[in-house]
């Protein structure tokens, strides 16, 4: 937890992606995003005002980014007092969550929680108050499979639940696949990745954990809104799929297996489709670089290749900067971080980070005496 807690604070001076803190993906095939800082360039927006004139503003003229830099200077003076002043934060809000009978607090105090033992208890409490919940599920099975060595946990109990809620979420049929192989059932694990070739959706529950943490500590700390979604963005991000499990599973199955290559191939092609996380959409070509390579399709091979670097480069390090600038406004109001999380599960990452700079440009048209930083 000590470690989360410094990266978390890191976190709140600029990272605003899916891409987690910690990478779990091999960085040459899926780079880490770099964080922007507030004050390198100057992000210019224009908009039409109901008047016919334009507005043009630049979001470092409208924000007092002087605290900001204040604020970040003495963390980097005193490192260890601001982890340690965290800690106690984290470790104060987590008792009040895991006392309480809201399944939310509970599911939210398990995500907190180091032991893994304590992981499981809550996150059992949070299931038997809440069993017909499709993201109770996904949580309790993504706990559960990271402790099941230490806990013997349900999981084959509670991935099972997980399939008859979520039946058409590719992504919980891509886990079950992971989880069949890895107890040495390769049949039923082939025919998991097939469920999640056909499905119709792809969901990974990002939006909805930074909702749900942010929730939570409303509840049991008087962290402000900035930084309560800063802390469920980095939770969220920490907490996503093991890409690199799944793109490992369908490279070493699809050399041995035609079937498996397929399977991957139409599970990537699904992710990437309706997937909503930059992070998973990169996996998801990667993933399909590898079953065309498995099944020697050198022509789709390289459209996919060139459709990864298309987007990359919609997703470039100055489209990045100027995003996490227009968030400065975005996350200094309930009300914008409210509409982002929609547009991120309607829309996507990348479509909603320029529906969002839109969306900052015409707030700031409604309050030109914002300040963007408390």
């Known amino acids: 937890m000590l470690l989360l807690s410094a990266l978390g604070l890191l976190f709140l001076f600029g990272r605003w992606s899916s891409a987690p803190v910690v990478q779990s993906i091999r960085p040459e095939v899926f780079p880490a995003l770099a964080p922007a800082s507030p004050t390198a360039g100057a992000q210019t927006l224009t908009v039409e005002d109901p008047s016919g004139e334009s507005y043009t503003f630049s979001v470092e003229d409208l924000c007092d980014y002087d605290e900001f830099e204040q604020k970040a200077n ?29 399944p939310e607090h ?4 398990a995500l907190l929680e180091d032991d893994p033992a304590k992981r499981i208890e809550l996150i059992t409490r949070a299931l038997a108050a809440d069993r017909d919940n499709a993201f109770r599920a996904w949580g309790a099975v993504h706990l559960c499979a990271g402790a099941y060595a230490d806990t013997g946990c349900p999981l084959q109990t509670w991935q099972d639940r997980l399939l008859q809620l979520d039946s058409e ?21 082939l025919r998991a ?12 529950y990002w939006p ?12 049991a700390s008087d962290m402000p809104f900035r930084d309560r979604v800063a802390l469920g963005a980095d939770f969220a991000g920490t907490n996503l799929p093991n890409y690199s499990s799944y793109l490992n599973l369908c490279r070493e199955q699809s050399a041995q297996s035609v079937d498996w290559a397929y399977a991957c191939l139409r599970y990537g092609e699904l992710s990437e489709r309706e997937g909503k996380t ?3 959409q990169r996996m998801a070509l990667g993933i399909q ?18 459709r990864y670097q298309r987007s990359r480069e919609s997703a470039d390090t100055t489209a990045l900067e100027n995003f996490q600038r227009s968030m400065a406004v975005v996350t200094g109001s309930p009300t914008l971080y409210s509409r982002y999380l929609a547009a991120v599960k309607e829309h996507g990452e990348v479509a909603s980070m320029a529906i969002m700079q839109d969306e900052a440009a015409r707030w700031v048209l409604r309050h030109k005496d914002l300040e963007c930083i408390p």
């Open 74 to 102: 003495r963390f980097m003076d005193d490192f260890s007092g601001a982890v340690e002043a965290y800690e106690k934060t984290l470790n104060a809000a987590k008792h009040r969550l895991a006392v309480s009978g809201d």
């Open 106 to 109: 509970l599911h939210a105090a």
């Open 169 to 189: 979420n590719g992504e919980a049929w891509v886990q079950a696949a992971l989880i069949r192989m890895s107890a040495g059932a390769e049949g039923a694990a």
């Open 193 to 204: 990745m097939q469920r999640a070739a056909s499905a119709s959706e792809s969901r990974v």
């Open 208 to 219: 909805d954990t930074i909702e749900m943490i942010e929730r939570a500590f409303a509840a």
């Open 278 to 280: 930059l992070t998973g």
């Open 289 to 306: 670089q590898v079953a065309l390579k498995a099944l020697g399709d050198e022509e789709q091979l390289k459209t996919v290749v060139d």
